[in-house]
């Protein structure tokens, strides 16, 4: 079932083809080896091991440095082959899911209710419930376009000046205050360190005529950066923040 780019991704997508799964006539059995599938729900499976050989090597085709496979004449055969859309079961369950709001891992924050439905659109009978969780970062977003994810620093959208406070208790609201301000100076300090960093590597990018693989490279690798740094910086606030939201163990005055 298609050809992967020769790049082994895992999960029964070893680059050639996929393994994970395959059709038999009008009815699609999975391969329990590599698919964790409901038995008691679904009975089309089948046990297939395949060897998957490890190898350390870049994960893309083409450009320098990276993987040189082509697909077989069989599998550019299939390529030009008729193919078929989604039918109206499918279409209807992709509505029904992106319109639940506990689907959104916005909303769930890595946990959705549901990890698997037995038939398609029936979110409420049969379903399979999911055995863990996966810790949610939500990835950063350009300033202005939500849709489109932050390459640099200067593609965020600028943190908010932190403002004063009030719970009623004037010292800890002021060290509150302290704190979130020592805070933002340090992230806004990053922010600069690590613009100026990646500027300067695409400045050596143009001294060096970078070929188009060298900059995808360094773009994926500032993009890689920047996440990670607003990813730390969130996390950073928002322990601040709980802190400060814990009750406080004063002792009582009498």
């Known amino acids: 079932m298609g050809f992967y780019g020769g790049i082994n991704y895992g999960f029964g997508y070893f680059g050639d083809g996929f393994v994970g799964g395959r059709w038999d006539h009008d009815h699609f059995f999975y391969n329990r080896s590599f698919t964790n599938v409901n038995v008691t729900v679904i009975h089309n499976v089948y046990n297939t091991r395949i060897e998957n050989v490890r190898v350390n090597h870049v994960s893309y085709n083409g450009g320098e440095g990276g993987i040189n496979a082509r697909p077989s004449s069989q599998q550019e055969q299939w390529e030009h082959e008729r193919h078929i859309g989604p039918v109206a079961a499918q279409t209807q369950h992709i509505q029904e899911a992106r319109n639940n709001q506990q689907l959104r891992a916005s909303y769930n924050h890595g946990k959705p209710p549901i990890a698997a439905t037995a038939k398609p659109a029936s979110f409420n009978e049969g379903v399979t419930r999911p055995t863990s969780a996966a810790h949610y970062n939500p990835p950063a977003r350009v300033a202005g376009n939500p849709t489109r994810a932050a390459v640099h620093p200067n593609d965020l959208a600028p943190h908010n000046r932190p403002e004063p406070v009030n719970t009623g208790n004037a010292q800890r609201d002021q060290q509150y205050q302290q704190q979130r301000q ?31 693989a060298q900059q995808q490279q360094m773009e994926q690798r500032h993009q890689q950066q920047t996440q990670q740094m607003e990813q730390r910086h969130v996390q950073e606030q928002q322990h601040t923040q709980q802190q400060h939201q814990q009750p406080s163990h004063e002792n009582p005055k009498h």
């Open 182 to 212: 020592q805070l933002y100076q340090r992230q806004e300090q990053e922010h600069q360190q690590l613009q100026q960093k990646q500027e300067q590597e695409h400045q050596q990018a143009q001294q060096q005529h970078y070929n188009q």
